[in-house]
């Protein structure tokens, strides 16, 4: 039998928030609709300097709409979604994860799941957290903050099982 190992966490609304944002922001379309609201910005704001006049109501509404965008999608949404999930104590318990060449095994006192790693698209490591992507749905994921590791050696076990049953995208 292959190596496994046991992890314990309990995540938080911070967490969710953080995390949120951590997953829009790799997402390609996101990457695609910031360039796509810069250009216009560029456009507008150049289009208000250029003209030489005061910038009508509708020009400041296209001149502020990108930022404002960019607020909600990193701050607002995110933090937004994070409160709703910390109302929901299935979210906000203490989980185990039991990581094997198997998958990985979610389990609280709600009930257990099971991933398959051939279900798993890819592994995003950020600052404080590992993102696990879906790929049937590419808006589904798990993370696993890294104070869930009790030591170094752990950790790299779980990279190891990581590297061995997802495929390097």
Known sequence: MGKSISLR???TQKDYA????????QRTGTKVSLVLLAVAFGLVFFVIV????????????WLFLPPLFVI??????????????????????????EVSDTGVQIS?????????????????????????LSKTNKNAFRF???????????QDMFLELVAKNIPAV
Do not use: C
Not at 18 to 25: G, I, S, T, Y
Not at 108 to 130: P, Q
Not at 144 to 154: D, I, K, Y
């Open 144 to 154: 696993l903050p890294f104070r869930a590791f009790t030591s170094p050696q752990e």
């Open 72 to 97: 909600y999608v990193f701050f607002i949404q995110p933090s937004s979604l994070a409160r709703r999930v910390s109302r929901n104590e299935q979210l906000v318990t203490e989980a185990t994860w």
């Open 50 to 61: 250029s003209k030489g006049a005061p910038p009508t109501i509708f020009e400041l509404l």
């Open 108 to 132: 609280s006192r709600f009930g257990s799941t099971l991933i398959e790693w051939h279900t798993l698209k890819k592994m995003v490591t950020t600052k404080d957290y590992y993102l696990l």
């Open 18 to 25: 953080a995390v949120l944002r951590l997953f829009f922001w």
């Open 9 to 11: 966490y309990t995540p």
